[in-house]
Nanobody, 125 residues
Framework: QVQLVESGGGLVQAGGSLRLSCVAS????????MGWFRQAPGKERQFVAA????????YYADSVKGRFTISRDNAKNTMYLQMNSLKPEDTAVYYC??????????????????WGQGTQVTVSS
C-alpha cells in the first residue's frame, strides 16, 4: 500500500485560508486517484474532494465547491487542498486517501485503499 502523510493543518479564523499537502511514498503516484475526506467530532467521515490520476475533472462535495481547490503534482508525489473562505463548520481532521487507477467518483464513494494519519483543521468564529 502507498504511504500517505498529510500536513498543513492548523488554527485559522473564519474567512481565512489554509493549504493542506499529502505526500505519497509510491513511485507510481501518477497511477492513483487521490482524495480528501474529513471527520468532525461525533460525525462520520465525509468526502471533500477528489482528483483522478491523469486528466479528468476534479470533483467536490457541495459544501466546499467554490471555496476549496484540489490539485496534484505528480513529479513531487504530492496532492494539495487549497481551502479558502473557511467556516467554523469546516473544522475537522482531514485525511488524504489513494486508490489505484480509480476515478474521482469511485474514490468519493468508497475512499481509497490507503489513508494518511490526518491533520487537524480548526476554524474559529
Amino acid at each position: 500500500q502507498v504511504q500517505l502523510v498529510e500536513s498543513g493543518g492548523g488554527l485559522v479564523q473564519a474567512g481565512g485560508s489554509l493549504r493542506l499537502s499529502c505526500v505519497a511514498s509510491e513511485r507510481t503516484f501518477s497511477s492513483y486517484a487521490m482524495g480528501w475526506f474529513r471527520q468532525a467530532p461525533g460525525k462520520e467521515r465525509q468526502f471533500v474532494a477528489a482528483i483522478r490520476w491523469s486528466r479528468g475533472t476534479p470533483y467536490y462535495a457541495d459544501s466546499v465547491k467554490g471555496r476549496f481547490t484540489i490539485s496534484r503534482d505528480n513529479a513531487k508525489n504530492t496532492m494539495y487542498l487549497q481551502m479558502n473562505s473557511l467556516k467554523p463548520e469546516d473544522t475537522a481532521v482531514y485525511y488524504c486517501t489513494a486508490q489505484l487507477l480509480g476515478t474521482e467518483r469511485s474514490i468519493a464513494t468508497t475512499g481509497g485503499g490507503s489513508w494518511g494519519q490526518g491533520t487537524q483543521v480548526t476554524v474559529s468564529s
